[in-house]
């Protein structure tokens, strides 16, 4: 088959490395000349992806995979072309098309008889079949169903172990019609292999959702569980340091009990787009007032572990207090919806001096966020760790000289390494 993959970033890049591993012929469209011009060289532009790199440069090497920033180079004469543009959504939870549009644009445009287009950008529900499917057939003068056909099938992967999900997980496919649906459980299980799953209520593998809408509220019920979930966990957090016990072991405890899972709360918990999603499904639904209360309590952390830091320190004018993470997650160079801007925002409120520490990021990119670099040796007053980066559970008061106080916010540093210091744990009691 021809594919292909339009926006090479670290969803579509791995997706598309996966399909031309299979055999396949695999064109990515990415607006990025920088992200093109890497791919055809054969080196991955972004660092983190587990085996992206061998991988990339194997397809490359092959002449399975190359990149262009043409529509016109990629989308004629696919049989399939995969949708991984981003979809940007803002605090009202209004969701930003315009470059999901441009995309659906570009494969209006190009689009050959017969292909299939699958979008697996989380979507509102309804979205594929209200908004893309017209545009594809403005754009072309076909007609869905009968000249192309058109499936959503959302991603289910964390950046950074992209191949290892899409082996674990099941592939959700749902279609705007009949044949759109046999056409799209065709195409992924001609480009994916999945592990056994003797957990899982049927085989492993590709699953017919029935509809499109039912594949897209598939993916924003997961995650939006997940929101509300941390939500809960955080709930939990900070009345359990309101009477000084352990919410950990209350939450592990909890856990233990059958069909029952609790997320560890924190400043920031899950992957970047879990604060999105949950947005998405309020502009879908904005009476959905557990959904919201969860969001606000979780949007409400970063000024509650600066409070809890605040307690411990005392005035925080003038001090200056190293942030450990720039990264909303641990081992990915990403800072998309990260609590470091809302943690170094708090801090910047209460007069401190606020400083970041990430391995991942150079000085000159940390200047770019706007945040202000820090080297481990340097003097500091206090610390908050933002991310759970595995460095930090090896970081002692020699790295951090002069610190008095830490805020672990991701239960990542090890007690018995801060002798002297007060250490508080997002939920835990001192």
Known sequence: MKICVIALGKIGLPLAVQFASKGHEVVGV?????????????????????????RLAEVVGAG????????????????AVVVVAPLFVDAQAVPDFTLMDRATDGIGAHISPGTLVCYETTLPVGTTRSRMVPAIERGSGLRAGRDFFVVFSPERVLTGRVFADLRRYPKL???????STARGLDFYSAVLDFDSRPDLARPNGVWDMGSAEAAEMAKLAETTYRDVNIG???????????IGIDVHRVIEASNSQPFSHIHRPGIAVGGHC?????????WNDPEASIVAAARAANLAMPEYAVSLLERAHGDLAGARVVVLGAAYRGGVKETAFSGVFGVVAALRERGALALVHDPMFSDSELDQLGLSPYHLGEPADAAVVQTDHADYARLGPDDLPGVK??????????????????????????
């Open 30 to 54: 990415d607006v990025n000349t920088a992200v093109v011009e890497a791919v055809n060289a054969g080196t991955e532009p972004f660092p983190g992806e587990a085996g992206l790199a061998a």
């Open 64 to 79: 399975r995979l190359r990149a262009s920033t043409d529509y016109a180079d990629g989308v004629p004469g696919a049989d």
């Open 173 to 179: 496919v749902g279609g705007v019609d009949e044949a």
């Open 232 to 242: 809960l966990a955080n709930q939990f957090a900070r009345y359990a340091d309101a």
């Open 274 to 282: 879990i604060p999105v999603y949950p947005r998405l499904y309020l």
């Open 405 to 430: 106080v830490l805020v672990d916010g991701r239960k990542v540093t090890d007690p018995r390494r801060w002798p002297g210091v007060t250490r508080r744990v997002i939920g835990a009691g001192s």
